[in-house]
């Protein structure tokens, strides 16, 4: 049974940001909560036995129940404590869009995790909500970011899950821009090789200490160095029309450095506030096709939480 001590039928509400992730050389490590939210309330049915996705609003509108992260991470929270799950209506809003490399699954999946955690008989520790999300997604980098805010870099090892805070510069705004055209992950690893060569290996923590170092200190040389990547994204920017010169763009417009937004297609940028509304539409109007859309994100530093309804 689930608990009954928050009623016959609770009613929960949880925002979650998104992330972008990668950052260039932190391949399916680095993860960074940013501005744009999910936000669910859940309804528990007691005349029902089984989910349902209600009043999806923005980007969720097209969200299809069967396969959905979030009764997905709803249902594993249960299944590991060894607890029946509540058939409930899940009511949602995202500002997320989907399959643009902006973490849409990886916040489905940390609000999942957050709303079925709530129930448990006794807390759930962060540390284990961590390695729940990086089970059901694969890598610990989008979903880490959004169940505890800021810069994340994450390492599973030996069934757990290491996890450090880098610091981001309190100056530092991150334009992002996204096609009408989205990149399924699955497209995205597609074309990644089989094996790189070793100067790529070697190359690429180069690059993530130089990266970490330019966040932290909001320094737009360091930034520049430290985003190059040899690992996926010079095999991901042939998916994106117009990628290429959008990233030039955003540098002529004042960007400390530009890359691919965790899988695409969305492209991410780096800079400082008053440089931020001309490196998001810099990014924008490089990108090809209609319908095009942009946004100026910051990130978002505290970890989400589940209120009471």
């Not at 932190?26 to 501005?35: E, I, Y």
């Amino acid at each position: 049974m689930f608990n009954d001590s928050l009623g016959d039928a609770p009613r929960m509400r949880v925002r979650v940001p998104c992330s972008t992730s990668n950052l260039g050389p932190g391949f399916d490590c680095l993860g960074l909560a940013l501005s744009l939210e999910l936000e669910v309330e859940l309804h528990v049915r007691p005349d029902r036995t089984a989910h349902e996705l209600a009043e999806l609003a923005g980007f969720a509108t097209d969200w299809p129940l069967e396969g959905n992260c979030l009764p997905t991470a709803f249902d594993h929270v249960f299944g590991e404590l060894g607890l029946r799950s509540p058939a409930c209506d899940f009511r949602v809003n995202s500002t997320i869009p989907t399959a643009r490399g902006l973490g849409s699954s990886g916040a489905a999946t940390a609000a999942g995790l957050l709303l079925g955690a709530s129930f448990a008989p006794q807390p759930v520790e962060v540390k284990q909500l961590l390695r729940w999300g990086t089970a059901l997604e694969g890598h610990p980098d989008n979903a880490t970011a959004s169940l505890l805010g800021g810069c994340t870099l994450g390492v599973p090892h030996g069934g757990d899950l290491a996890v450090v805070r880098p610091r981001v510069h309190p100056d530092l705004v991150f334009p992002v821009a996204w096609p009408a055209e989205p990149t399924p992950t699955a497209e995205a690893r597609s074309v990644l090789p089989e094996s790189v060569p070793f100067a790529d290996a070697v190359e690429n923590p180069r690059r993530l200490a130089l990266l970490l170092a330019g966040l932290r200190e909001g320094d737009p040389e360091l930034c520049r160095l430290g985003i190059e990547d040899r690992l996926h994204a010079p095999y991901r920017l042939a998916l994106i029309g117009g990628a290429r010169d959008a990233l030039a763009a955003a540098l002529e417009a004042g960007a400390h450095a530009a890359t691919i937004s965790g899988s695409g297609s969305g492209l991410v940028a780096i800079c400082d506030a008053h440089d931020g509304p001309a490196v998001a539409a810099a990014l924008a109007g490089g990108l090809q096709g209609d319908g095009v859309e942009q946004r100026v994100l910051a990130p978002v530093f505290g970890a989400p939480r589940v209120e009471r309804l």
